[in-house]
């Protein structure tokens, strides 16, 4: 069986820190209140393939309120495929710049712009991309956004110079879900893939884990201990509005949407054991899955929803196994360790992430090659949980501890280049990283 301090309330692996000394009060809404901690971004290693680029900081930035153009150099940075060349002030979306001299400081590619306010109030960010070892004019455009969508509109600059460049879409727009905890209270937050700009959807004394995004981008079902019982809920972003979904006797846990949005699988306890179960977004047609004596739970879809993918000590110890989605025989995935947990499928349905014990009890993120079967450990941290693929599958977000505080790391897949995001005055676990196409709004 799954091991007490992994199993509590048959939820999933990486809950451990979080079950302690809540109190019974109810949980509060409160959509659009900004986030009380911000992050900032450390980026480490070096990558084998990256573009030289230059960014100047935008003229007139500072009248934007946001500096512009720094979250775009990190943006790119965080992604591994960019190393940021510097540049002076000076140079804008009209310039003619000068090629040798940008090539003579080793960039290959060249984005400069500038900010405006208009007599609306709006905020102009405007940009222009060079080649700059063609000389060749690579576009631009402007955007004329809300004071409060600068960051957004900078994310989207980097979204643009990311796809330009590398021919696939960029990420930085889209956002990620997380938990905190901090002074014996827990908040569910939703903020940009950089951490930063941070709403609280939700808080409580008590218990929150297990965020998970709707295809859409427009709700969060999640796990709430705040009837002193696990509950999973389903909250609507833009109105704030929740409801119960999975209310049973028992546990009800590890809620995943399914890639249509019509079904949620989870891990219920109402029957005896922990089983998975599907279950309609409005709580109707509960249907089980699975019939063991293990413990079956942390259930993902694969994107094409046809198969589902769970951890099970039905071989004696945690594995990854997969099933169809409709149930049915299931077949072990891992193989390399006797403790293999949290698993996550990349967007193409190529990869599996998953986190694995390492000796006694080191916690260490992996990336299995679901075809070949290879498995590559890509951190050096011991203490990882709950990882999260970005919608173009080009980086993974997890949990981790750092300097003794808990802590979102995003990291390639290959794990040469990671950034971490740290918060100043609370820990900070269970990511999520959302979908493309969010409604921001």
């Known amino acids: 069986m799954l091991e007490p301090e992994k199993s509590k309330s048959t939820l999933s692996s990486s809950r451990r820190h979080w079950l302690t000394g809540a109190a019974a009060v109810a949980a509060t809404t409160l959509v659009g209140r900004p986030a009380l901690a911000q992050f900032r971004v450390e980026i480490s290693g070096v990558g084998s393939v990256q573009v030289p680029i230059a960014i100047p900081d935008l003229r007139d930035e500072a009248r934007a309120g946001q500096p512009v153009a720094s ?7 965080r992604s591994g495929q960019f190393r940021i ?9 009209t310039s003619s710049p000068v090629w040798t001299e940008w090539r003579g400081r080793g960039a290959d590619a060249l984005a400069a712009g500038s900010c405006a306010k208009l007599a609306d109030g709006r905020v102009d960010v405007r940009y222009k991309l060079w080649d700059a070892v063609k000389g060749q004019d690579l576009g631009g455009e402007a955007q004329a956004v809300a004071p409060d969508d600068v960051r957004l509109a900078a994310h989207r600059m980097a979204d643009a110079i990311y796809q330009k460049l590398t021919g696939e879409r960029g990420v930085f727009a889209t956002r990620m879900a997380y938990v905190t905890k901090a002074g014996g209270r827990y908040s569910l937050r939703i903020a940009d893939a950089d951490g930063e700009g941070g709403q609280v959807a939700l808080a409580s004394p008590d218990p929150i884990i ?11 079902a999640y796990v709430s201990f705040e009837t002193r019982k696990a509950v999973v809920w389903i909250q ?7 409801r119960q979904v999975a209310n049973f006797k028992g546990s009800n846990s590890a809620p995943t949407f399914s890639p249509d949005g019509s079904q949620l699988a989870l891990t219920l306890s109402r029957d005896g054991g922990s089983q998975l179960f599907l279950i309609n977004r409005d709580g109707s047609g509960v249907r089980r899955l699975t019939t063991s004596p293990a413990i079956d739970t942390e259930p993902v879809f694969t994107p094409d929803g046809s198969a589902i993918y769970f951890v099970s000590d039905r071989g004696g110890s945690p594995q990854i196994y997969r099933m169809p989605a409709q149930g049915g025989p299931a077949q072990r995935v891992t193989f390399t360790g006797n403790y293999n947990i949290s698993p996550d499928i990349s967007p193409d349905g190529r990869t599996l992430a998953y986190i694995t014990r390492v000796g006694g009890g080191s916690f260490k993120l992996c990336v299995m090659d679901l075809a070949s ?15 999260s693929f970005a919608p173009n599958g080009r980086l993974i977000v997890y949990a981790t501890k750092a300097g003794g505080r808990d802590v979102l790391v995003t990291t390639t897949l290959d794990g040469k280049i990671k950034a971490k995001l740290i918060s100043t005055s609370a820990d900070v676990r269970e990511p999520t990283w959302g979908p493309f196409g969010q409604d921001r709004k």
Do not use: C, F, H, Y
Request: net charge negative; proline share 6%.
């Open 85 to 93: 060349i510097d540049a002076p002030a000076g140079l804008t979306e």
């Open 236 to 242: 609507n972003l833009q109105t704030g509005q929740r």
């Open 373 to 387: 079967g290879s498995v590559n450990q890509i951190t050096e941290t011991t203490d990882d949980e709950s990882p």
């Open 71 to 77: 979250i775009v150099r990190a943006d790119l940075e």
């Open 210 to 220: 297990s965020p998970a995004w709707s295809r859409d981008g427009r709700e969060l």
